[in-house]
Every structure is written in C-alpha cells, then in structure tokens.
C-alpha cells in the first residue's frame, strides 16, 4: 500500500499503457518543470525510450532505458503510486535487449511488448 497517486502520474500511467508515449510525456512536463523532480525525469525518459523502441531505434532506446533505470532506481520499492520495483525488472529487460538488438546491428524492428505500468493501492 502506498499513498495516493498523484492525477498527473495516472494520466501518465494511461497513455503510457496504451501506447500513447507524447500524451504520456506531457502530462508530466509541468509537473517536472515545477520542480525538476527526477521521478518525473525518468519517467519522461522511459516513455521516450518506448517511443524509439517502437520506432525502431535501438540505440536510442537503449540509452534511454539505462537513464530512466538509473533515475528511478532511488524511488523502488513504490513512489506516486507505482510499482518501481517491478518496473526497474522491466526496464533491465528492455535495455538488454535494445542493447542486444544494437550490438547486432537490428533497427528493432520487431520489438518486444512493452511492460504495463502497475499503479500500487493507496492506503485508505
């Protein structure tokens, strides 16, 4: 259990859960401006590794995967109203294999499905 999720991570969590990664982005922007929180930077950095991915660009997605990781990192096991833990499992998995699919030269072209965000329950 965990406390309430901020509106501005939920939208977040919606677009990013169906594929929607600018939607998913904007709806933190002013959040993140509002006081440059790095939760808010990592999440912005995972939608926008998602968007490559899906775009075929590894070695973006790549490099966005290992920087989301590590901004997030701090926040686990939850924070806003996510489960950070199982999220930094998923985006070890995406970065592995957006930096296998690099290493070989692949576009990613055919990626795998992107993990769904979990929102905890608050407490109440």
């Excluded at 901004?71 to 296998?100: F, M, Q, S, W």
């Excluded at 070989?104 to 608050?122: F, H, K, N, Y």
């Amino acid at each position: 259990m965990g406390a309430p999720t901020p509106p501005e991570v939920a939208e977040f969590v919606h677009h990013v859960n169906a594929g929607e990664y600018e939607a998913s982005t904007l709806a933190l922007i002013a959040a993140w401006q509002r006081n440059a929180c790095p939760f808010y930077k990592g999440l912005i950095q995972l939608a926008g590794a998602f968007q490559h991915w899906e775009g075929g660009n590894a070695f973006w997605a790549e490099d966005l995967f290992a920087s989301a990781y590590n901004l997030l990192a701090p926040y686990a096991p939850t924070h806003a109203g996510l489960d950070v833990a199982k999220l930094l499992t998923d985006i070890a998995e995406c970065n592995r294999i957006a930096r296998e699919a690099r290493k070989a030269g692949a576009p990613g072209s055919e990626p795998s499905p992107m993990p769904r965000l979990q929102l905890v329950p608050a407490l109440g």
